[in-house]
Protein backbone atom coordinates (compact mmCIF):
# COMPACT_ATOMS: atom_id res chain seq x y z
CA UNK A 1 0.00 0.00 0.00
CA UNK A 2 1.73 3.39 -1.18
CA UNK A 3 2.46 5.87 1.68
CA UNK A 4 0.52 9.17 2.11
CA UNK A 5 3.89 10.59 0.63
CA UNK A 6 3.95 8.53 -2.35
CA UNK A 7 0.35 9.76 -2.96
CA UNK A 8 0.82 13.02 -2.35
CA UNK A 9 4.10 13.02 -4.81
CA UNK A 10 1.68 10.98 -7.89
CA UNK A 11 -0.84 14.17 -7.37
CA UNK A 12 1.51 16.37 -8.29
CA UNK A 13 3.77 14.60 -11.54
CA UNK A 14 -0.18 14.13 -12.50
CA UNK A 15 -1.27 17.85 -11.95
CA UNK A 16 2.19 18.74 -13.86
CA UNK A 17 1.52 16.41 -17.13
CA UNK A 18 -2.11 17.96 -17.46
CA UNK A 19 -0.49 21.68 -16.99
CA UNK A 20 1.63 19.80 -19.45
CA UNK A 21 -0.92 18.83 -22.17
CA UNK A 22 -2.98 22.03 -21.50
CA UNK A 23 -0.26 24.61 -22.30
CA UNK A 24 1.01 22.39 -25.47
CA UNK A 25 -2.90 22.27 -26.50
CA UNK A 26 -2.71 26.34 -26.31
CA UNK A 27 0.52 26.46 -27.87
CA UNK A 28 -1.20 24.10 -30.60
CA UNK A 29 -3.90 26.74 -30.86
CA UNK A 30 -1.84 30.04 -31.35
CA UNK A 31 0.60 28.31 -33.75
CA UNK A 32 -2.48 27.54 -36.05
CA UNK A 33 -1.44 29.39 -39.24
CA UNK A 34 -5.23 30.68 -39.83
CA UNK A 35 -5.50 31.72 -35.69
CA UNK A 36 -4.21 35.15 -36.22
CA UNK A 37 -6.00 35.41 -39.77
CA UNK A 38 -9.11 34.46 -37.48
CA UNK A 39 -8.16 36.82 -35.37
CA UNK A 40 -8.13 39.82 -37.26
CA UNK A 41 -11.43 39.31 -39.12
CA UNK A 42 -12.74 39.55 -36.13
CA UNK A 43 -11.26 42.50 -34.72
CA UNK A 44 -12.71 44.51 -38.21
CA UNK A 45 -15.79 43.05 -37.80
CA UNK A 46 -15.75 44.64 -34.19
CA UNK A 47 -14.55 47.86 -34.99
CA UNK A 48 -15.96 48.51 -38.83
CA UNK A 49 -19.20 46.81 -39.58
CA UNK A 50 -22.12 49.08 -40.47
CA UNK A 51 -24.05 47.75 -37.72
CA UNK A 52 -21.77 48.33 -34.30
CA UNK A 53 -23.81 46.83 -31.85
CA UNK A 54 -24.42 43.56 -34.40
CA UNK A 55 -20.46 43.94 -34.90
CA UNK A 56 -19.97 43.35 -31.47
CA UNK A 57 -22.18 41.08 -30.58
CA UNK A 58 -20.55 38.56 -33.65
CA UNK A 59 -17.30 39.01 -32.45
CA UNK A 60 -18.12 38.11 -29.02
CA UNK A 61 -19.00 34.80 -30.47
CA UNK A 62 -16.43 34.59 -33.15
CA UNK A 63 -13.57 34.56 -30.82
CA UNK A 64 -10.83 32.28 -31.75
CA UNK A 65 -13.25 30.59 -34.33
CA UNK A 66 -10.26 29.88 -37.04
CA UNK A 67 -8.06 27.78 -34.84
CA UNK A 68 -9.02 24.47 -35.68
CA UNK A 69 -9.02 25.07 -39.64
CA UNK A 70 -7.21 22.09 -41.40
CA UNK A 71 -6.29 24.29 -44.80
CA UNK A 72 -7.49 27.36 -46.77
CA UNK A 73 -10.13 26.30 -47.73
CA UNK A 74 -11.43 24.87 -44.74
CA UNK A 75 -10.84 28.59 -43.07
CA UNK A 76 -12.15 29.99 -46.00
CA UNK A 77 -15.67 28.07 -45.53
CA UNK A 78 -15.39 28.43 -41.62
CA UNK A 79 -15.37 32.05 -42.36
CA UNK A 80 -17.75 32.81 -44.99
CA UNK A 81 -20.31 31.09 -42.96
CA UNK A 82 -19.40 32.80 -40.19
CA UNK A 83 -19.71 36.06 -41.96
CA UNK A 84 -22.82 34.62 -43.83
CA UNK A 85 -24.89 35.35 -40.03
CA UNK A 86 -23.83 38.97 -40.15
CA UNK A 87 -26.82 38.63 -42.72
CA UNK A 88 -25.79 41.63 -44.68
CA UNK A 89 -24.23 42.28 -48.11
CA UNK A 90 -21.16 43.25 -49.07
CA UNK A 91 -19.50 41.31 -46.88
CA UNK A 92 -17.07 38.33 -47.66
CA UNK A 93 -13.28 36.57 -47.09
CA UNK A 94 -11.68 36.67 -50.21
CA UNK A 95 -8.15 34.81 -49.65
CA UNK A 96 -5.50 35.71 -52.46
CA UNK A 97 -5.89 32.37 -54.59
CA UNK A 98 -9.32 33.59 -55.22
CA UNK A 99 -10.32 34.81 -58.39
CA UNK A 100 -12.67 37.45 -56.27
CA UNK A 101 -9.31 38.72 -54.73
CA UNK A 102 -8.25 39.98 -57.76
CA UNK A 103 -11.60 41.55 -59.16
CA UNK A 104 -12.09 43.37 -55.93
CA UNK A 105 -8.69 44.31 -55.55
CA UNK A 106 -9.01 45.82 -59.28
CA UNK A 107 -12.18 47.74 -58.16
CA UNK A 108 -10.73 49.17 -55.32
CA UNK A 109 -7.07 49.71 -56.70
CA UNK A 110 -6.60 53.28 -55.83
CA UNK A 111 -7.60 53.11 -52.79
CA UNK A 112 -5.58 49.83 -51.73
CA UNK A 113 -2.50 51.06 -53.28
CA UNK A 114 -2.20 48.31 -55.66
CA UNK A 115 -0.20 48.30 -59.00
CA UNK A 116 -1.57 46.74 -62.01
CA UNK A 117 -3.42 44.05 -61.29
CA UNK A 118 -3.67 41.19 -63.42
CA UNK A 119 -5.29 37.42 -62.99
CA UNK A 120 -5.10 34.04 -65.29
CA UNK A 121 -8.53 33.25 -66.81
CA UNK A 122 -10.10 32.00 -69.98
CA UNK A 123 -12.78 34.62 -70.28
CA UNK A 124 -16.05 33.11 -68.82
CA UNK A 125 -17.92 33.51 -65.52
CA UNK A 126 -18.92 30.57 -63.82
CA UNK A 127 -21.59 29.30 -61.13
CA UNK A 128 -20.85 26.67 -58.71
CA UNK A 129 -24.15 24.43 -57.68
CA UNK A 130 -24.33 21.34 -55.86
CA UNK A 131 -24.35 19.06 -58.96
CA UNK A 132 -20.31 21.37 -60.19
CA UNK A 133 -19.43 23.99 -61.75
CA UNK A 134 -21.34 25.88 -64.95
CA UNK A 135 -20.64 28.28 -67.30
CA UNK A 136 -22.81 31.29 -66.93
CA UNK A 137 -21.10 33.30 -69.29
CA UNK A 138 -18.66 33.30 -72.47
CA UNK A 139 -17.23 36.36 -73.21
CA UNK A 140 -17.22 37.46 -76.58
CA UNK A 141 -13.73 37.81 -77.97
CA UNK A 142 -12.32 35.42 -75.15
CA UNK A 143 -10.27 32.17 -74.59
CA UNK A 144 -13.33 30.27 -73.95
CA UNK A 145 -15.40 31.38 -76.91
CA UNK A 146 -12.53 30.76 -78.85
CA UNK A 147 -11.97 27.23 -77.51
CA UNK A 148 -16.07 27.08 -78.13
CA UNK A 149 -17.06 26.90 -74.66
CA UNK A 150 -21.06 26.98 -74.43
CA UNK A 151 -23.10 28.28 -71.84
CA UNK A 152 -24.04 25.64 -69.68
CA UNK A 153 -21.36 23.58 -70.17
CA UNK A 154 -20.08 21.58 -66.58
CA UNK A 155 -16.30 22.36 -66.25
CA UNK A 156 -14.83 18.77 -65.22
CA UNK A 157 -11.35 18.79 -65.36
CA UNK A 158 -8.08 20.64 -66.56
CA UNK A 159 -4.98 18.88 -67.61
CA UNK A 160 -6.61 15.98 -65.72
CA UNK A 161 -7.43 17.44 -62.82
CA UNK A 162 -10.38 18.05 -61.25
CA UNK A 163 -11.59 21.94 -61.95
CA UNK A 164 -11.07 24.08 -58.99
CA UNK A 165 -11.76 28.05 -59.51
CA UNK A 166 -8.32 28.87 -57.82
CA UNK A 167 -5.98 26.73 -58.89
CA UNK A 168 -7.25 25.69 -62.65
CA UNK A 169 -5.30 28.20 -64.75
CA UNK A 170 -2.66 29.17 -61.90
CA UNK A 171 0.91 28.95 -63.95
CA UNK A 172 -0.98 28.12 -67.58
CA UNK A 173 -1.29 31.87 -68.95
CA UNK A 174 0.30 31.47 -72.89
CA UNK A 175 0.12 27.79 -72.35
CA UNK A 176 -2.81 24.77 -74.23
CA UNK A 177 -4.61 23.46 -71.76
CA UNK A 178 -6.72 20.45 -71.80
CA UNK A 179 -10.16 20.89 -70.48
CA UNK A 180 -12.83 18.40 -70.58
CA UNK A 181 -16.77 19.38 -70.48
CA UNK A 182 -19.88 17.61 -70.03
CA UNK A 183 -22.68 19.37 -72.54
CA UNK A 184 -25.00 16.69 -72.20
CA UNK A 185 -25.85 15.25 -68.89
CA UNK A 186 -24.54 12.10 -68.76
CA UNK A 187 -22.57 11.88 -72.18
CA UNK A 188 -19.22 11.57 -72.47
CA UNK A 189 -17.07 15.05 -71.77
CA UNK A 190 -15.77 16.59 -74.63
CA UNK A 191 -12.10 17.31 -74.55
CA UNK A 192 -11.13 20.92 -75.46
CA UNK A 193 -8.08 23.13 -75.94
CA UNK A 194 -7.97 26.48 -74.55
CA UNK A 195 -5.09 28.68 -74.27
CA UNK A 196 -5.78 31.31 -70.63
CA UNK A 197 -4.54 34.50 -70.58
CA UNK A 198 -3.59 37.18 -67.73
CA UNK A 199 -5.75 40.24 -68.17
CA UNK A 200 -6.49 43.02 -65.29
CA UNK A 201 -9.93 42.28 -64.41
CA UNK A 202 -11.37 46.03 -64.98
CA UNK A 203 -9.93 45.81 -68.37
CA UNK A 204 -11.24 42.54 -69.58
CA UNK A 205 -15.08 43.97 -67.91
CA UNK A 206 -14.86 46.57 -70.59
CA UNK A 207 -13.47 44.70 -73.17
CA UNK A 208 -16.54 42.38 -72.65
CA UNK A 209 -18.66 44.91 -72.64
CA UNK A 210 -18.11 46.49 -76.18
CA UNK A 211 -17.22 43.21 -77.79
CA UNK A 212 -20.77 42.00 -76.56
CA UNK A 213 -22.33 45.24 -78.49
CA UNK A 214 -24.95 43.95 -80.95
CA UNK A 215 -28.04 45.02 -82.73
CA UNK A 216 -30.67 41.73 -84.05
CA UNK A 217 -33.80 41.74 -85.89
CA UNK A 218 -36.32 41.12 -83.54
CA UNK A 219 -40.52 41.11 -84.76
CA UNK A 220 -39.15 43.29 -87.75
CA UNK A 221 -37.77 45.34 -85.44
CA UNK A 222 -33.47 46.20 -84.63
CA UNK A 223 -33.07 45.71 -80.71
CA UNK A 224 -29.57 46.61 -79.78
CA UNK A 225 -28.06 44.93 -77.04
CA UNK A 226 -25.12 45.38 -74.89
CA UNK A 227 -23.98 43.39 -71.79
CA UNK A 228 -22.81 45.64 -68.90
CA UNK A 229 -20.77 43.02 -66.66
CA UNK A 230 -19.60 45.47 -64.34
CA UNK A 231 -20.49 49.27 -63.57
CA UNK A 232 -17.52 50.51 -61.07
CA UNK A 233 -15.92 53.67 -63.05
CA UNK A 234 -16.86 56.07 -65.57
CA UNK A 235 -15.60 54.09 -68.48
CA UNK A 236 -18.54 51.65 -68.58
CA UNK A 237 -20.86 54.05 -68.18
CA UNK A 238 -19.18 56.08 -71.19
CA UNK A 239 -19.24 52.31 -73.40
CA UNK A 240 -22.55 52.16 -72.75
CA UNK A 241 -23.02 56.13 -74.10
CA UNK A 242 -20.77 56.19 -77.19
CA UNK A 243 -22.77 53.24 -78.37
CA UNK A 244 -25.97 54.27 -77.98
CA UNK A 245 -25.00 57.28 -80.06
CA UNK A 246 -23.12 55.26 -82.82
CA UNK A 247 -23.24 51.98 -83.18
CA UNK A 248 -26.78 52.07 -81.51
CA UNK A 249 -28.27 55.25 -83.07
CA UNK A 250 -30.13 53.84 -85.65
CA UNK A 251 -31.61 50.72 -83.60
CA UNK A 252 -35.34 51.03 -81.90
CA UNK A 253 -35.05 49.28 -78.73
CA UNK A 254 -31.98 48.56 -76.29
CA UNK A 255 -32.05 45.91 -74.01
CA UNK A 256 -29.11 46.57 -71.40
CA UNK A 257 -28.05 43.11 -69.36
CA UNK A 258 -27.00 43.40 -65.79
CA UNK A 259 -26.81 40.41 -65.05
CA UNK A 260 -24.17 38.69 -62.69
CA UNK A 261 -20.77 40.34 -62.54
CA UNK A 262 -20.01 43.59 -60.26
CA UNK A 263 -22.03 46.66 -59.08
CA UNK A 264 -20.80 49.67 -58.80
CA UNK A 265 -23.05 51.76 -61.06
CA UNK A 266 -23.48 55.59 -60.52
CA UNK A 267 -26.93 57.41 -60.01
CA UNK A 268 -25.81 59.46 -63.29
CA UNK A 269 -26.12 56.38 -65.16
CA UNK A 270 -29.89 56.89 -65.60
CA UNK A 271 -29.07 60.25 -67.41
CA UNK A 272 -28.31 58.41 -70.35
CA UNK A 273 -31.92 57.80 -70.71
CA UNK A 274 -33.83 61.11 -69.19
CA UNK A 275 -35.85 62.51 -71.71
CA UNK A 276 -35.75 65.92 -69.82
CA UNK A 277 -31.91 66.29 -71.54
CA UNK A 278 -32.74 68.49 -74.23
CA UNK A 279 -32.90 67.21 -78.07
CA UNK A 280 -30.25 69.32 -80.08
CA UNK A 281 -31.49 69.89 -84.29
CA UNK A 282 -28.35 70.96 -86.05
CA UNK A 283 -29.34 72.48 -89.59
CA UNK A 284 -26.57 72.75 -92.09
CA UNK A 285 -26.56 74.80 -95.55
CA UNK A 286 -28.54 72.39 -97.43
CA UNK A 287 -31.19 72.84 -94.90
CA UNK A 288 -31.45 69.32 -93.56
CA UNK A 289 -31.85 68.39 -89.90
CA UNK A 290 -29.72 66.30 -87.69
CA UNK A 291 -31.12 65.44 -84.93
CA UNK A 292 -29.14 65.19 -81.73
CA UNK A 293 -30.53 63.17 -78.97
CA UNK A 294 -28.25 63.57 -75.49
CA UNK A 295 -30.48 60.76 -74.18
CA UNK A 296 -31.99 57.40 -75.41
CA UNK A 297 -35.48 58.35 -75.80
CA UNK A 298 -36.67 54.42 -77.30
CA UNK A 299 -37.34 51.18 -75.16
CA UNK A 300 -35.08 50.12 -72.63
CA UNK A 301 -34.91 47.04 -71.24
CA UNK A 302 -33.46 46.02 -68.25
CA UNK A 303 -31.92 42.16 -67.85
CA UNK A 304 -31.54 41.53 -64.26
CA UNK A 305 -31.22 38.46 -62.12
CA UNK A 306 -30.56 37.04 -58.78
CA UNK A 307 -27.07 38.48 -58.79
CA UNK A 308 -27.53 41.86 -60.02
CA UNK A 309 -26.09 43.51 -57.07
CA UNK A 310 -25.74 46.95 -55.75
CA UNK A 311 -25.15 49.89 -57.79
CA UNK A 312 -26.89 47.66 -60.72
CA UNK A 313 -30.03 47.43 -58.41
CA UNK A 314 -30.21 51.68 -57.66
CA UNK A 315 -30.09 51.90 -61.50
CA UNK A 316 -32.59 49.53 -61.89
CA UNK A 317 -35.01 50.32 -59.07
CA UNK A 318 -34.99 54.53 -60.11
CA UNK A 319 -35.36 53.51 -63.93
CA UNK A 320 -38.39 50.94 -62.99
CA UNK A 321 -40.20 53.68 -60.60
CA UNK A 322 -39.53 56.38 -63.11
CA UNK A 323 -40.77 53.83 -65.73
CA UNK A 324 -37.57 54.45 -67.92
CA UNK A 325 -37.49 50.62 -68.11
CA UNK A 326 -38.96 47.16 -68.25
CA UNK A 327 -37.52 45.09 -66.26
CA UNK A 328 -36.78 40.89 -67.35
CA UNK A 329 -35.62 37.90 -65.62
CA UNK A 330 -35.44 37.72 -61.74
CA UNK A 331 -36.02 39.77 -58.49
CA UNK A 332 -32.60 41.35 -58.01
CA UNK A 333 -30.28 40.10 -55.45
CA UNK A 334 -31.10 42.63 -52.47
CA UNK A 335 -27.62 43.73 -51.86
CA UNK A 336 -27.41 47.53 -51.25
CA UNK A 337 -25.18 48.32 -48.37
CA UNK A 338 -21.87 50.03 -49.41
CA UNK A 339 -19.26 47.87 -48.93
CA UNK A 340 -15.27 48.18 -48.29
CA UNK A 341 -12.05 46.04 -48.26
CA UNK A 342 -10.18 45.62 -45.04
CA UNK A 343 -6.60 44.01 -46.12
CA UNK A 344 -5.46 41.70 -43.96
CA UNK A 345 -1.59 41.46 -42.75
CA UNK A 346 -0.80 38.82 -45.20
CA UNK A 347 -3.08 40.17 -48.46
CA UNK A 348 -5.99 38.99 -47.81
CA UNK A 349 -8.99 40.51 -48.40
CA UNK A 350 -12.02 41.23 -46.02
CA UNK A 351 -15.08 42.80 -47.78
CA UNK A 352 -17.20 44.66 -45.04
CA UNK A 353 -20.48 46.11 -45.21
CA UNK A 354 -19.58 49.28 -43.57
CA UNK A 355 -22.41 52.35 -44.18
CA UNK A 356 -26.41 51.82 -44.80
CA UNK A 357 -27.63 52.59 -48.25
CA UNK A 358 -31.63 54.04 -48.85
CA UNK A 359 -32.65 55.11 -52.22
CA UNK A 360 -35.35 57.76 -52.34
CA UNK A 361 -36.21 56.67 -48.42
CA UNK A 362 -36.03 53.44 -49.80
CA UNK A 363 -34.03 50.52 -48.04
CA UNK A 364 -33.16 47.44 -50.72
CA UNK A 365 -31.16 45.54 -48.74
CA UNK A 366 -32.52 42.20 -48.47
CA UNK A 367 -35.19 42.89 -50.25
CA UNK A 368 -33.82 44.03 -54.05
CA UNK A 369 -36.04 45.29 -57.17
CA UNK A 370 -38.89 43.24 -58.29
CA UNK A 371 -38.99 42.68 -62.47
CA UNK A 372 -42.09 43.46 -64.39
CA UNK A 373 -41.78 40.68 -66.76
CA UNK A 374 -40.38 36.99 -64.69
CA UNK A 375 -38.55 34.32 -66.74
CA UNK A 376 -36.99 31.24 -64.92
CA UNK A 377 -33.21 30.62 -65.64
CA UNK A 378 -32.36 27.10 -67.27
CA UNK A 379 -28.38 27.08 -67.20
CA UNK A 380 -27.18 23.47 -66.47
CA UNK A 381 -26.49 21.55 -69.93
CA UNK A 382 -27.96 24.90 -71.83
CA UNK A 383 -25.73 24.21 -74.72
CA UNK A 384 -25.61 27.40 -75.24
CA UNK A 385 -29.09 28.64 -75.02
CA UNK A 386 -30.08 31.81 -72.99
CA UNK A 387 -33.70 31.92 -72.39
CA UNK A 388 -34.14 35.12 -70.69
CA UNK A 389 -31.91 36.93 -72.88
CA UNK A 390 -34.44 35.87 -75.64
CA UNK A 391 -36.90 37.00 -74.33
CA UNK A 392 -36.00 40.36 -72.80
CA UNK A 393 -34.83 40.81 -77.16
CA UNK A 394 -38.58 40.22 -77.94
CA UNK A 395 -40.25 42.10 -74.82
CA UNK A 396 -38.18 45.31 -75.93
CA UNK A 397 -39.14 44.88 -79.79
CA UNK A 398 -42.82 44.61 -78.76
CA UNK A 399 -42.47 48.13 -76.79
CA UNK A 400 -41.27 49.75 -80.59
CA UNK A 401 -44.40 51.88 -81.53
CA UNK A 402 -45.34 52.87 -85.44
Known amino acids: MKSAREGHAMTIRTARWWVAVLLLAGSAQAASPYAKRGEEIVTLVRTRFVDAAKGAAWADAHQGYAAGAKDLEDFTRR?????????????????????????????????????DITATGIGVDVRETPDGFFVRHVFADGPGAKAGLLRGDRLVTVEGRPFHPWHAFRNRAGRATRLT??????????TLTVTPRR????????????????????????????????????AYQQALEEALQDTFAD???????????????????????NPQVSLLVNTGRDGKPHPSALSWRKPVVL????????????VAFAMKRHRLAT????????????????????????????????????????????????????????????????RALDVAASQVKG
Open 181 to 190: VERVKGAAPL
Open 303 to 314: LVNGNSRSGKEL
Open 199 to 234: MNPRKEWLAVQKASSQVVERQGRRVAYQHVYACAGE
Open 79 to 115: TNAALAELKASHTAYYPKESPAHAAVTSIFQTYLKQE
Open 251 to 273: ADALVIDFRDGWGGCSPAFINLF
Open 327 to 390: LVGERTAGAVLAGGPQKLSNGDLLYLAVMDVTVDGERLEGVGVPVDVEVPDALPYAGGADPRKE
